[in-house]
């Protein structure tokens, strides 16, 4: 078989074990298999592959047919400028994600101080300090083995670790009585049930993903939690799950922040929303 045909049989096969990205995920397991960089995949399509080369690509992509993350597989996921460390201890970063990380960028006074509550991976923390080399960072995670993902993340990218803090922490607790100018999060959002509804949801850690029956909880938290710890005129921003805009719009104005906006994702679904405290 040649690395094109690998590619074809192994899309269609993907494609019906409910991938929703079949070809993608079977060019970049089949690239990681033979250690090629995609571009290398279409310029050698007709080299034909040994037994070996051949197994190999068969049992990653066997383990994407069981609906394994393909971050997990390959052990890295790319978000924005950076390539981060995944393992089954954080949630895989999602191109949504990328939304709220640029209202951060766009917002965020000169030389402010950010937190990112449930850093996970250290993706929003990371690509906040990378993407604003005035701001400093404080990466909050209640999951050790997820906050040893996010430190080794850090190492990667020694010129952000003067200004990238990581710290163990249940919600705002490590931080208590510091100000700051930005409170971003993507808490936990999904319902108890949306796990058996999402079968591709089911190899990553339920407590980054399960907030409770609302599927706000962890929102309502952040939002209590920011207006402790926000100077005045501060911003809050909060990555939603679809159908969740509205509730948290109502549950930012609860908290006493106004100015509430929204951003959608590239698919047209709001999933940024954000306020500020009110000025002094
Ligand atoms: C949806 S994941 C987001 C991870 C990362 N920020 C991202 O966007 O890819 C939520 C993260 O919040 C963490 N978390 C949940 N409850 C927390 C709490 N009370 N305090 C700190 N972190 C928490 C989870 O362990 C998880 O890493």
Not at 143 to 149: C, E, I, K, T, Y
Not at 179 to 200: E, H, I, Q, S
Not at 224 to 245: H, K, N, S, T, Y
Not at 253 to 262: K, N, S
Request: aromatic share 4%.
């Amino acid at each position: 078989m040649t690395i094109g045909e690998v590619i074809r049989r192994s899309t269609d096969w993907l494609a019906g074990k409910g991938s929703d990205t079949p070809r993608l995920d079977a060019e970049v397991l089949v690239g990681h298999a033979l250690g090629f960089e995609r571009i290398r995949l279409y310029t050698e399509a007709e080299r034909p592959l040994t037994p070996e080369e051949v197994a190999q690509c068969r049992a990653l992509i066997a383990r994407r047919g069981d609906l394994v993350p393909v971050a997990h597989i390959t052990g890295h996921r790319a978000f924005g400028r950076l390539d981060l460390e995944v393992t089954p201890d954080v949630l895989v970063p999602r191109p949504d994600t990328e939304v709220v990380v640029d209202v951060v960028v766009e917002l965020a006074p000169p030389g402010a101080a950010v937190v990112d509550w449930g850093t996970g991976s250290g993706a929003i923390a990371l690509s906040v300090a990378d993407l604003r080399p005035d701001v400093t960072v404080a990466g909050l995670e209640r999951s050790p083995a997820a906050l040893a993902v996010a430190v080794r993340n850090l190492a990667a990218y020694p010129a952000l670790a003067g200004r990238v803090r990581l710290l163990a922490s249940d919600g705002m607790a490590a931080v208590a009585g510091e100000r700051f100018d930005v409170v971003v999060a993507n808490p936990p959002y999904l319902v108890p049930g949306d796990l058996d509804r999402f079968p591709a949801l089911r190899h990553e850690p339920e407590p980054a993903l399960v907030a409770g029956p609302l599927g706000t909880e962890d929102h309502r938290r952040v939002a209590a939690e920011a207006a402790d710890v926000l100077r005045p005129g501060g911003l809050l921003i909060l990555e939603v799950g679809e159908g969740q805009a509205d509730a948290v719009d109502g549950i930012l104005v609860g908290a006493g922040f106004g100015g509430i906006a929204v951003r959608p994702d590239l698919a047209g679904i709001p999933r940024a929303v954000w306020g500020r405290m009110p000025p002094e």
